[in-house]
């Protein structure tokens, strides 16, 4: 049985079909596909069908607006619900939840629609966003309260990327050319591996590492919610050039003590999950292999590493640009959305964590970066009190 209907809904000259990612045609998906190849910005593997179908079959709750003007599909927009009582008063969430590191429509250049007229074209009350790319203002949906993400830019290359931080963050790279040297002389090797296929021990190493990290620092468990982990096994199994996980691994002297779990897009990877062996955390396993990744990545496809919002000390060292990532809520208007966006905010309120649950910097994340805000207002409250896009 299908999880919904094609339902043709209009907002001005454009108008939307709202279905379950698997009800997409071939030539739906190789539209989504071509408006990923046409805008860096969209090049992440959260923001492909893949990701959304994969999505649905652990969530069960995804659809995809696929939106028209006249004949012709023009962009697509995916979201989910938490759960029945979200569904049964339209209140959606991006897709993946905590898993995702960026939200937002695939859209063409040129594309406009305000945030109002989206929520009602995907027959939404209202949606609580976040991890929007601040190039979603050009389609009309900007935000606020946008978080530093930085990149990793090695389309010049390894070599032209050291020079760079050798200039900009010349104690940085002196610093961690002295950590290589002294663990070669110490341990005899540091070996790198970038895996496309993913050994399910290393797999479950990483996740229990992770776990490890979480209880450490006093967070809440991602994969505590046993559909997380599942979401990471389906992306396994069905890999695509859109979404593909890729496994980095850093042995010293034979023994792995450093980990990274990736989402790959064509040549842009998604830092995702960082995870290391505390008996090695002398050895800073987290700062030597992002440092191995670096060099490898374009010896496997890779020009750009996108580390994901939070501004920790590892990701600045590395980082040779960034950009913002905002949340916003948006609603349909009129009362429906005023209740819509009150829910919200108690919601929030009564959430048992209103942390960033995943970042972290492999051995330098002591949870500062999960600190929930200091004035103890929702993102809907901030919404509240600021003009503009994100807060309609």
């Given at each position: ?9 209009s907002?001005?000259d ?8 698997s009800?997409l ?6 539209r ?5 190849d046409?805008?860096?910005?969209l ?8 990701f959304?179908?994969?999505c649905?079959q652990?969530?069960?709750?995804v659809r995809?607006?696929?939106l028209h003007?006249g004949?012709?599909v023009?962009?697509?927009?995916p ?6 009582p ?7 969430q991006?897709?993946?939840e905590?898993?995702?590191?960026a939200?937002?429509?695939v859209?063409p250049?040129?594309?406009?629609v305000?945030?109002?007229?989206l ?15 601040e190039?979603q ?11 530093v993400s930085?990149t990793?830019d ?23 050319l002295?950590?290589h ?7 005899g090797?540091?070996e790198?591996t970038f895996?496309?296929?993913?050994d399910s021990?290393n ?8 776990r ?9 468990d991602?994969?505590?919610?046993p ?11 069905t890999?695509?050039p859109?979404?593909?996980p890729v496994?980095?691994?850093v042995?010293i002297?034979g023994?792995?003590?450093?980990y ?14 960082p995870a290391?062996e505390?008996?090695w955390?002398?050895a ?19 020009d ?8 920790g000390?590892?990701k600045?060292?590395?980082a040779n640009g960034?950009?913002?990532a905002?949340?916003?809520v948006?609603?349909?208007g009129?009362?429906?959305g005023?209740a ?8 929030w309120r009564l959430s048992?964590?209103?942390a960033?649950?995943?970042d972290?910097?492999g ?7 999960n ?5 103890e207002k929702?993102p809907?409250e901030?919404?509240?009190a600021t003009?503009?896009?994100?807060s309609?």
């Open positions: 049985m299908k999880l919904s209907m094609r339902l043709g809904v907002a001005n454009l108008s939307a079909d709202v279905v379950a990612p009800e045609g071939p030539t739906e998906i190789g989504w596909h071509a408006l990923m046409g805008n860096p910005a090049r992440s593997a959260f923001l492909s069908p893949e959304a179908a994969a649905e652990v969530y069960g709750r995809v607006a696929i003007r004949g012709d023009v962009a697509f927009f979201f989910q619900f938490a759960d029945l979200a569904q049964t008063l339209k209140l959606a991006r897709i993946g905590e898993m995702s590191d939200a937002g429509i859209a250049a040129g594309f406009v305000s945030s109002p007229a929520m009602r074209l995907c027959r939404l009350s209202a949606m609580f966003i976040s991890h929007v790319h190039s203002s050009d389609f009309g949906l900007a935000c606020n309260d946008g978080a930085p990793v090695l389309s010049a290359g390894a070599d032209a990327y050291f020079c760079e931080r050798k200039k900009t963050r010349s104690k940085f790279v002196s610093n961690a002295r950590l040297r002294s663990l070669h002389r110490k341990y090797s540091v790198f895996a496309a296929v993913i021990h797999l479950d190493t990483l996740i229990d590492l992770k490890a990290q979480y209880r450490r620092t006093e967070v809440p991602v994969f505590g919610r559909e997380r982990r599942a979401l990471i096994e389906r992306l396994v199994a890999p695509s859109y979404c593909a496994l980095n691994l042995a002297a023994e792995p003590a450093g990274h779990l990736g989402l790959r897009c064509g040549s842009t990877l998604g830092y995702w999950f290391y505390t008996r955390a002398a800073s396993p987290g700062r030597v292999l992002l440092w191995k990744l670096v060099e490898e990545a374009r010896a496997n496809g890779i750009f590493i996108d580390l994901g919002a939070g501004d000390q590892v600045r060292q590395f960034a950009y913002k905002g949340k916003a948006w609603t349909s009129g009362l429906a005023l819509a966006r009150s829910y919200l905010s108690l919601q048992p964590s209103r960033n649950q995943r972290g910097d051995e330098k994340n002591n949870g500062e970066e600190a929930p805000d200091a004035q929702s809907i901030r919404a509240n003009q503009g896009p994100a309609t």
